[in-house]
């Protein structure tokens, strides 16, 4: 049998020769995981040809903790620390995630090497059978609709004060078995490119649009985390950076990081980029919705490709490293997501989340 570690260090320079093996980690056990690293995979073998590719099924604390909110766990790794211990060990390459699942900061010696072209970021809502071809606005008072999410349950409660929000947990098959065979939940919100990369768009109801609810940072982008000093590795997985969503998700992810923001508060973005300029819009709430701040600015990010190597070469920006991203269009989306943040918090945007973050572990 071949050494497959030892194939997976061989040189790109040497693949003619031979077929090196790169490992490909699966973030869960989970069915939509396993649809995303297959299509992050599938793109790399259209790139490499002559590579292979084995993908390696682990889970993670946040697939296994399934009937306590994401919110209440209070673990900020919680969907990545068993795949970066793999990483560290050598026993993988490269790791699959949902990009709205990392920290701002990753743990040293650890790097996004790619982000995926986004897919929609949207929210959508899928309706119990029984109110198919409704809307939010066109449920009956007091229907019940089932949210894993803190940012979404206080938009929706302020725009759609009629109705109930309750926790739902549970991946997407479970979710939405839990709605279609009970009478729990007249409707639940989930990511429309969760359903969208299940092949289930026929289950959404309504797209919630920016003005309805702003989405999660990073929502919608997959990205592949490897080690911060493996070029070889990093090189390869940069071809599947999108400079668009690149920019889009440094602004955000500045932005969550400079509020000192996650899952237990309640904060939420918007972006565009169009003509060389990106848009940032980006809010906090309090966990009812009826406390807010929100705010848009915009920056240019027309900058052209500099083909110099240099020490900041591989320059992290809030845990992304792509060399192939204008530098300076990076820093622009970063101070823009810095500067944005800064806004809210000079007009209080510390307070509603303190209040939030001690309100939902009280709870």
Known sequence: MPDHRRMAKSSLATVWMMCSLYRALLSALLQLARIQTDSVVEMLRELYPNLCFEIVAMSTTGDKILDTALSKIGEKSLFTKELENALERNE????????????????????????????????????????????????????????????????????????????????????????????????????????????????????????????????????????AKDQEILNMVSALHDADTVLRCIAERAFMKRLEGGCSVPVAVNTTLKDGQLYLTGAVYSLDGSDSLKETMQTSVNYPQQNEDGPDDNVQRVGITAKNVPGQAQEAAENLGVELASLLLSKGAKHILSVARQLNDAR
């Not at 790791?95 to 929210?123: M, W, Y």
């Not at 349950?153 to 709605?179: S, Y």
């Open 92 to 227: 993988v390459d490269l790791v699959v995630h949902s990009l709205k699942d990392l920290p701002t900061s990753l743990p040293p010696g650890f790097t996004i090497g790619a982000v995926c072209k986004r897919e929609n970021p949207l929210d959508a809502v899928v309706f119990h059978p029984k109110n198919c071809g409704k809307t939010l606005s066109l449920l009956p008072e007091k229907s019940v609709i089932g949210t894993s999410s803190l940012r979404r349950a206080a938009q929706l409660k302020k725009k759609f004060p009629q109705l109930e929000f309750r926790d739902i947990r549970g991946n997407l098959n479970t979710r939405l078995k839990k709605l279609d065979e009970k009478e729990d939940f007249s409707a639940i919100i989930l990511a429309a490119a969760g359903l969208k990369r299940m092949g289930w768009e026929n289950r959404i109801g309504q797209l919630l649009s920016p003005e309805d609810c702003l989405y999660a940072v990073g929502q919608g982008a997959l990205a592949v985390e490897v080690r």
